[in-house]
């Protein structure tokens, strides 16, 4: 079992950056396949980023695609999602996920097995 714990939200302005961090411990960090989500209030949780388990291969919704950045540091057990141009329709809680033993990126909800307890994300007009 893995345990994931996100850092690095906050309250930005329209058009900042931001960077999250997704730690994990309790298992080699490589083998697992990493997601990021974010749920709005009164919205579903939906898929924003993914990378292979390698850092290879990565996935981004088409709202976060040219904007976002997710990549991966397996020596430090980290996945980072570098969030840049930021809108005020990005605010939410933003979770991170993982898949274990997974060579592929993935980007629905119910493909990942471990999940942190999020990180809020506030961006104002």
């Known amino acids: 079992q893995v345990q994931l714990v996100e850092s690095g939200g906050g309250l930005v302005q329209a058009g900042d950056s931001l960077r999250l961090t997704c730690t994990a411990s309790?298992?080699?960090?490589?083998?697992?396949?990493v997601g990021w989500f974010r749920q709005a209030p009164g919205k579903e949780r939906e898929f924003v980023a993914a990378i292979s388990r390698n850092g290879g291969g990565t996935y981004y919704a088409d709202s976060t695609k040219g904007r976002f950045t997710i990549s991966r540091d397996n020596a430090k057990n980290t996945v980072y999602l570098q969030m840049n141009s930021l809108k005020p329709e990005d605010t939410a809680v933003y979770y991170c996920a993982a898949k274990p033993g997974a060579l592929g990126v993935y980007y629905t909800y119910s493909s990942y097995n471990y999940w942190g307890q999020g990180t809020q994300v506030t961006v104002s007009s």
């Open positions: 309790g298992r080699t960090f490589s083998n697992y396949a």
